[in-house]
């Protein structure tokens, strides 16, 4: 067994990743919250919150969206990430100046946590923005992104 192996979940005692077991963790309720950061050159952020959007449509209403279909695709987009019965996901923006702030919820009934699936909302939506965003300003910063709650199974 490696030294690494020992203290890596996700690594193999030959060195290899691996996904977790978690056949025999108890279902729990499991609810993570995670946010990220998009900062907006001052003319662009005014133009969303006057508009609703930039030229190539709704912006908040498409990241919001993209940002939940994001969440329900985790275990695609991650390598080894355990697809997850989502009961519910939530992804809404809050201004703070030229500043948006996203914040993502999940939540489900399994044996393994949400976090992936709550940092994986936020972080497409504020890519989402930028994407919708960039010919119209070329200054847009995405980050933080952070895990802020993580509630249920063992370490909840």
Do not use: F
């Amino acid at each position: 067994m490696s030294d690494s192996s020992k203290y890596l979940s996700h690594v193999s005692p030959s060195g290899e990743a691996r996904m977790v077991d978690v056949s025999g963790k108890k279902a729990t309720s499991r609810i993570a919250r995670a946010e990220a950061w998009v900062e907006l050159e001052e003319s662009v952020a005014e133009k969303i919150r006057q508009t609703g959007g930039v030229d190539k449509g709704p912006v908040l209403e498409t990241a919001r969206l993209a940002g939940i279909m994001a969440a329900k695709k985790t275990a695609e987009l991650i390598p080894l990430c355990h697809p997850l019965p989502l009961d519910h996901v939530d992804v809404e923006a809050q201004w703070q100046d030229n500043r948006l702030r996203w914040i993502g919820s999940a939540s489900c009934r399994a044996g393994t946590g949400v976090e992936m699936e709550a940092l994986t909302a936020v972080s497409v939506a504020a890519l989402t923005v930028y994407d919708m965003v960039k010919s119209a300003g070329k200054q847009t910063k995405i980050g933080p992104i952070r895990l802020l709650e993580k509630r249920g199974g063992k370490s909840g």
